[in-house]
């Protein structure tokens, strides 16, 4: 077992899992921290340390307001610890390594927490990386900055860069520390040469920024999962696609530093305490005067997103992508058929004519129109960004998630849902999840690994039995695995209106 590992700043010291088998460490530093003059900069070197350093805890989270990043709902299911310590010096990551020697070469997963980008941390309970490495795998959580100390622009800082690495500080950390684990994960008995990242909600949006990004072109990423990743909602006009351009951010920075932090340079804005900084960021956000998110500065996003994907422009590697069916859905909200047209129109423009014949517009069912109209986002843009990865011939896959949570709440598989099931942490959650959970837990952690491992999820259970096949997605509206009670290819029809409109996004998107 590896208990000690030289890095590239020093040596760290990790210890035993609740697995004697698990090595663990935790808090590894992959950036100097980013305080002061590092405060909206992309992330620094670490310093480098004598002797051997204890990573034996974890880092402290970025920079949120728990009860506002979290919610009363996420709150209760992740057991979160409201005082647990946070910091702008966050900048670590966390490592499980079944290796028993550095020459091992195991594959490598990194995990990109989730949590709308103002908040979240792989200290959570649910990330415990302990049943995935348990399967061969070195896995590897990072911690990146979130809200307005990772995602913030401004004129200033723009100048001071010379218009490169200006803003998407959350991408650039976590880059640096994927980047830091291809060059490190070898002294943990990983391959630097079979790194799978993952993520999930925000998470998964980032995990595409990352595939996409230029950047990474000749990177460490040779396989990607994409988890709920909202962010590539598809749907036409679907609400919050479109990130900001790097001169919209800039004028929103300047705003904020005026209107909120009471400063006007930089370097002012820089010597405020962090904890000032964060409270001002949530009162903005309360007032949703705007939002801190990923911006297309033409640096690491060179374009929208959604675009990109729509044009293949992106790493040529094989993703794993899908979805929960009781996710936030893509709505008109509307009294009356009158008003229902109307916000068609301002929505979908030159489009909206086709648009309304796929909800049936003129059935005159004001309900009926309503609910053809009503996509779920996150299975609507994986699809079409996987019609665009089977025209290159690239190997991908899809996947649904649809248990039964059980609970007094009866939330229905609600976004996040099946975090405890991908990690097969079900025992750290209060929900009473009972043997067909954990059955479903245990497979849906092998197809992941089993990714990770041969770029295929399909493989053996554990008692040497071959899972359900999970059929690659070939074609256009190509079916998903299901993971419900059993796991089963989908023997669902998709409604020629839900077709249509996939059909009438990807004209769109394509056309960009």
Same mark, same amino acid.
């Given at each position: ?93 966390? *490592? ?58 401004? $004129? ?28 490190? *994960? ?118 929208? $997103? ?25 709505? *008109? ?180």
């Amino acid at each position: 077992m590896i208990k000690i590992a030289k890095t590239e700043s020093g040596l760290v010291r990790g210890t035993y899992g609740s697995d004697m088998a698990i090595a663990v460490f935790k808090g590894i530093p992959f950036a100097a921290p980013p305080v002061g003059k590092n405060r909206w900069r992309v992330p620094q070197p670490v310093e480098p340390w004598e002797g051997v350093r204890d990573c034996l805890e974890y880092g402290p989270a970025n920079m949120t307001d728990y009860s506002r990043a979290y919610g009363p709902f996420y709150e209760k299911e992740w057991h979160w610890d409201m005082d647990f310590p946070m910091s702008e010096d966050c900048l670590q990551l966390n *490592i499980w390594t079944p290796a028993k020697t550095p020459e091992d070469k195991l594959p490598v997963m990194i995990w990109i927490f989730g949590g709308g980008l103002i908040g979240g941390n792989p200290a959570e309970m649910e990330f415990d990386g302990e049943r995935l490495s348990r399967r061969g795998i070195v896995l590897v959580s990072i911690n990146y900055r979130t809200n307005v100390f990772g995602l913030f622009a401004h $004129p200033e800082i723009t100048a001071e860069n010379g218009g490169k690495n200006c803003a998407n500080f959350a991408l650039f950390d976590q880059k640096a520390g994927i980047d830091w684990v291809g060059r490190n *994960i070898a002294a943990f008995g990983g391959d630097p040469d079979n790194i799978t990242i993952f993520g999930q909600s925000a998470g998964g949006r980032s995990v595409l920024c990352q595939v996409i990004s230029p950047l990474n072109k000749d990177g460490y990423i040779k396989k990607a999962i994409s988890q709920s990743s909202t962010g590539i909602n598809f749907a036409i006009g679907g609400h919050g696609t479109d990130y900001l351009t790097l001169s919209e951010a800039e004028k929103q920075g300047d705003y904020f530093f005026r209107n909120y932090l009471g400063v006007e340079t930089l370097e002012e804005a820089r010597a405020l305490p962090a904890e000032f900084v964060r409270d001002k960021c949530f009162e903005y956000l309360g007032k949703r005067e705007g939002q801190f998110q990923y911006v297309v500065d033409g640096d690491f996003l060179t374009d929208q $997103p959604t675009y990109m994907m729509a044009r293949n422009e992106r790493l040529q590697i094989p993703m794993m992508t899908g979805y929960t069916t009781g996710e936030f859905f893509d709505v *008109i909200s509307a009294k009356s058929l009158p008003e229902f047209e109307e916000k068609a129109h301002i929505l979908y423009g030159e489009y909206a004519d086709e648009f309304l014949k796929l909800c049936e517009f003129e059935s005159g069912d004001l309900d009926r129109v309503l609910e053809l109209s009503k996509v779920n986002g996150s299975p609507f843009g994986a699809r079409l960004f996987l019609m665009r990865s089977v025209e290159a011939g690239l190997p991908c896959w899809l996947y649904e998630f649809d248990a039964e949570i059980p609970g007094e709440d009866d939330p229905g598989d609600y976004h996040s849902s099946e975090l405890y099931f991908v990690f097969e942490n079900l025992a750290k959650c209060w929900r009473p999840f009972v043997g067909k959970h954990y059955d479903l837990a245990r497979k849906m952690c092998n197809y992941w690994t089993n990714f990770a491992k041969t770029g295929d999820p399909n493989g053996n259970d554990d008692d040497g039995t071959p899972m359900p096949r999970w059929e690659p997605f070939t074609e256009d509206f190509s079916k998903p695995i299901v993971f419900d009670d059993t796991v089963h290819m989908s023997d669902k029809e998709i409604a020629p209106s839900i077709k249509g409109m996939y059909n009438l996004a990807a004209d769109l998107l394509w056309r960009k």
